[in-house]
C-alpha cells in the first residue's frame, strides 16, 4: 500500500474513490426529525458534512440476532442494505448481488453507543497539547463546543471502533459547572469533526456537580468553593439566560427595533431553556442529583443523563418519575469521596425501579470493552437476585443511550428501517472471550478482524504499524 493510500485509508479514499460527491444530501425524514431548531440568531452553525458510504447489499445468516428490542433470534439472519435494516428472521431473502457473511457460532447486536467519551477532546499520546478537554478559564464556560476541540486523528479512535463502538458522545471534561456543548458522532475514519457528526442529533451541555468544580475554582476570586456555591452558578447562569431567551422571543415575534444582541454563553442556555439541547450531567452523590432535579424544575428545563453517578440506586424511583437517565460505570469508584458509596448493583437497581440505566465509558480503555462492562453490571444484578436479562442488559449499551441523545427512533436496536449500525461478534458478546469480527457503520463495512485493509488507522500511526503487503 502506498504511502497515500495508508494517509488517505481515514478518509476511506481508498475504499470508496468516485463515490462521494461535494455536497451534503438533505437529512431522511427520520433524521429531520431530531434536527434541532435554528439558534436564537437564525445562523446556521457548524452542519455536519456526514456522508453514507454506498456499499453493496449485505446478508448476515445463521447467527444469533440479539436485537436489544426484547427478542433474540437464534439461526437468524439480517439484511442491510441502502444503509438501512431491511429485513430479520430465520429465512431472508437478499439482492443476488448481496454479500454473505456466515455468522455460524457468531451473534450479532446492535452497534455500541457511549454517552460519556472523551476521545479526540483528550487524544493520546496524552501530552498538554492534547488537553482541550476542560476550558478550566471560568466556572461557566457554556460558548465552548467540543467538537471545535475535537482530533479525528485521535489513535484511540480506531481502537474502539474495533470494540464495536458506532457513535459516541464527546464531552468537555468536568472542571466547570457548564462546561459546554458535547459532539455525538459517528465512529468513522474521517478527516474532520463535521464528517462525523451524526445528522441531526441534538447537542448536549455538560454540567458537573460537586467536587470539581470546588476544586478547581474554590482558591479563585469568586470560587465557587461551596456546593451552595455551585449550585448559585447555575441559577445565576440560567437566570440569565432566561432573560435572554425572553428578549429574543419578544423580538422575533415583533420584529421592532434592533435584534438582541448575540451572547453564546447565553444562546446555548437557551437552547437548554428550549429542550433543544439535552443537559448531561456529571453528578455522584445521591442528594445532588435531586438538588440538580429540583433546579431543573425551577427554570422548566429536563436533565437528561446524570453521569457517573455512583449512588443512583439510593433515588431510583425518584430517576424514575423524572424520566432521567443515569450513565454509571459497571465498577468503578473510590478513587475521591463523593465516589465512595458505589455498589456492583447500581445498574441493575436502576433498572428495576424502572428508570435507565447506561454503562458508559469516561475511558479510552474502558470504551474498548463496553460490552464487557455491562456484562459485568448484568451478571451483579442476578447474584444479587434482581432478574436482569440479556435483552435488558444489551439495552444499556445500546438502545438506552440512544435514548439519551435523542437518536432512539433511529439507533440502538436491531429493527427494520433503522440505520445499519450493526456489529458481528465472535461468541456471545457477554464473553470476556467475544471480539468484535467486523463493524457496520450506516451499512459500511468499518472494521473487519480479519482483513487488514478494513483496520483503519491514524495518521498519526503512519509507519508504527505494519501496513498490509509489506514485509516489516
Given at each position: 500500500?502506498?504511502?497515500?493510500?495508508?494517509?488517505?485509508?481515514?478518509?476511506?479514499?481508498?475504499?470508496?474513490?468516485?463515490?462521494?460527491s461535494?455536497?451534503?444530501?438533505?437529512?431522511?425524514?427520520?433524521?429531520?426529525?431530531?434536527?434541532?431548531?435554528?439558534?436564537?440568531?437564525?445562523?446556521?452553525?457548524?452542519?455536519?458534512?456526514?456522508?453514507?458510504?454506498?456499499?453493496?447489499?449485505v446478508?448476515?445468516?445463521?447467527?444469533?440476532?440479539?436485537?436489544?428490542?426484547?427478542?433474540?433470534?437464534?439461526?437468524?439472519?439480517?439484511?442491510?442494505?441502502?444503509?438501512?435494516?431491511?429485513?430479520?428472521?430465520?429465512?431472508?431473502?437478499?439482492?443476488?448481488?448481496?454479500?454473505?457473511?456466515?455468522?455460524?457460532?457468531?451473534?450479532?447486536?446492535?452497534?455500541?453507543?457511549d454517552?460519556?467519551?472523551?476521545?479526540?477532546?483528550?487524544?493520546?499520546?496524552?501530552?498538554?497539547?492534547?488537553?482541550?478537554?476542560?476550558?478550566?478559564?471560568?466556572?461557566?464556560?457554556?460558548?465552548?463546543?467540543?467538537?471545535?476541540?475535537?482530533?479525528?486523528?485521535?489513535?484511540?479512535?480506531?481502537l474502539?471502533?474495533?470494540?464495536?463502538?458506532?457513535?459516541?458522545?464527546?464531552?468537555?471534561?468536568?472542571?466547570?459547572?457548564?462546561?459546554?456543548?458535547?459532539?455525538?458522532?459517528?465512529?468513522?475514519?474521517?478527516?474532520t469533526?463535521?464528517?462525523?457528526?451524526?445528522?441531526?442529533?441534538?447537542?448536549?451541555?455538560?454540567?458537573?456537580?460537586?467536587?470539581?468544580?470546588?476544586?478547581?475554582?474554590?482558591?479563585?476570586?469568586?470560587?465557587?468553593?461551596?456546593?451552595?456555591?455551585?449550585?448559585?452558578?447555575?441559577?445565576?447562569?440560567?437566570?440569565?439566560?432566561?432573560?435572554?431567551?425572553?428578549?429574543?422571543?419578544?423580538?422575533?415575534?415583533?420584529?421592532?427595533?434592533?435584534?438582541?444582541?448575540?451572547?453564546?454563553?447565553?444562546?446555548?442556555?437557551t437552547?437548554?431553556?428550549?429542550?433543544?439541547?439535552?443537559?448531561?450531567?456529571?453528578?455522584?452523590r445521591?442528594?445532588?442529583?435531586?438538588?440538580?432535579?429540583?433546579?431543573?424544575?425551577?427554570?422548566?428545563?429536563?436533565?437528561?443523563?446524570?453521569?457517573?453517578?455512583?449512588?443512583?440506586?439510593?433515588?431510583?424511583?425518584?430517576?424514575?418519575?423524572?424520566?432521567?437517565?443515569?450513565?454509571?460505570?459497571?465498577?468503578?469508584?473510590?478513587?475521591?469521596?463523593?465516589?465512595?458509596?458505589?455498589?456492583?448493583?447500581?445498574?441493575?437497581?436502576?433498572?428495576?425501579?424502572?428508570?435507565?440505566?447506561?454503562?458508559?465509558?469516561?475511558?479510552?480503555?474502558?470504551?474498548?470493552?463496553?460490552?464487557?462492562?455491562a456484562?459485568?453490571?448484568?451478571?451483579?444484578?442476578?447474584?444479587?437476585?434482581?432478574?436482569?436479562?440479556?435483552?435488558?442488559?444489551?439495552?444499556?449499551?445500546?438502545?438506552?443511550?440512544?435514548?439519551?441523545l435523542?437518536?432512539?427512533?433511529?439507533?440502538?436496536?436491531?429493527?427494520?428501517?433503522?440505520?445499519?449500525?450493526?456489529?458481528?461478534?465472535?461468541?456471545?458478546?457477554?464473553?470476556?472471550y467475544?471480539?468484535?469480527?467486523?463493524?457496520?457503520?450506516?451499512?459500511?463495512?468499518?472494521?473487519?478482524?480479519?482483513?487488514p485493509?478494513?483496520?483503519?488507522?491514524?495518521?498519526?500511526e503512519?509507519?508504527?504499524?505494519?501496513?498490509?503487503?509489506?514485509?516489516?
Open positions: 500500500m502506498t504511502r497515500f493510500c495508508v494517509i488517505t485509508l481515514l478518509s476511506a479514499a481508498c475504499a470508496t474513490a468516485g463515490a462521494t461535494t455536497q451534503t444530501p438533505p437529512p431522511t425524514p427520520a433524521q429531520a426529525k431530531v434536527a434541532p431548531e435554528t439558534t436564537s440568531v437564525d445562523r446556521p452553525q457548524y452542519p455536519s458534512t456526514y456522508r453514507r458510504h454506498p456499499n453493496p447489499a446478508l448476515i445468516r445463521n447467527a444469533t440476532i440479539m436485537t436489544a428490542a426484547g427478542r433474540e433470534i437464534p439461526s437468524g439472519s439480517i439484511l442491510l442494505q441502502d444503509g438501512k435494516i431491511v429485513a430479520m428472521g430465520t429465512t431472508v431473502t437478499a439482492p443476488a448481488d448481496a454479500v454473505v457473511v456466515d455468522g455460524t457460532g457468531k451473534y450479532v447486536t446492535p452497534g455500541l453507543i454517552t460519556h467519551s472523551h476521545l479526540g477532546v483528550y487524544s493520546a499520546p496524552g501530552t498538554f497539547a492534547e488537553s482541550d478537554g476542560n476550558e478550566a478559564t471560568t466556572p461557566v464556560t457554556a460558548e465552548v463546543w467540543a467538537e471545535h476541540s475535537f482530533w479525528p486523528q485521535d489513535p484511540q479512535i480506531p474502539a471502533i474495533a470494540g464495536g463502538i458506532t457513535t459516541i458522545q464527546a464531552l468537555p471534561g468536568s472542571a466547570n459547572l457548564i462546561g459546554g456543548r458535547s459532539a455525538v458522532l459517528k465512529l468513522i475514519p474521517a478527516r469533526v463535521q464528517e462525523m457528526k451524526f445528522p441531526g442529533a441534538p447537542y448536549g451541555l455538560k454540567m458537573a456537580c460537586g467536587e470539581n468544580p470546588k476544586r478547581v475554582y474554590g482558591g479563585r476570586p469568586g470560587g465557587p468553593s461551596t456546593r451552595m456555591g455551585n449550585l448559585a452558578g447555575y441559577r445565576a447562569a440560567f437566570s440569565e439566560a432566561e432573560n435572554y431567551r425572553q428578549r429574543w422571543d419578544k423580538w422575533n415575534r415583533d420584529h421592532q427595533g434592533e435584534p438582541p444582541q448575540r451572547n453564546l454563553r447565553n444562546e446555548t442556555l437552547e437548554v431553556l428550549r429542550g433543544k439541547i439535552y443537559v448531561q450531567n456529571h453528578c455522584y445521591a442528594d445532588e442529583m435531586v438538588q440538580m432535579l429540583d433546579l431543573a424544575r425551577e427554570f422548566g428545563f429536563r436533565i437528561r443523563s446524570f453521569h457517573h453517578a455512583v449512588e443512583a440506586y439510593k433515588i431510583a424511583d425518584y430517576l424514575a418519575r423524572a424520566g432521567t437517565a443515569v450513565s454509571i460505570w459497571a465498577d468503578w469508584w473510590g478513587f475521591k469521596e463523593e465516589a465512595m458509596d458505589g455498589i456492583h448493583e447500581n445498574a441493575a437497581l436502576v433498572e428495576q425501579a424502572g428508570a435507565r440505566a447506561v454503562i458508559h465509558s469516561d475511558s479510552p480503555s474502558g470504551i474498548q470493552r463496553l460490552n464487557q462492562e456484562a459485568k453490571a448484568m451478571y451483579a444484578g442476578q447474584r444479587a437476585g434482581i432478574p436482569i436479562t440479556r435483552d435488558q442488559a444489551l439495552r444499556w449499551i445500546t438502545a438506552n443511550p440512544a435514548w439519551v435523542g437518536l432512539d427512533s433511529l439507533v440502538g436496536t436491531l429493527e427494520p428501517g433503522k440505520l445499519a449500525d450493526v456489529v458481528v461478534w465472535s461468541g456471545d458478546p457477554f464473553s470476556v467475544a471480539k468484535a469480527v467486523q463493524v457496520y457503520n450506516d451499512g459500511w463495512l468499518v472494521y473487519d478482524r480479519y482483513d485493509a478494513r483496520q483503519p488507522h491514524t495518521d498519526f503512519l509507519w508504527q504499524v505494519p501496513t498490509p503487503g509489506s514485509d516489516r
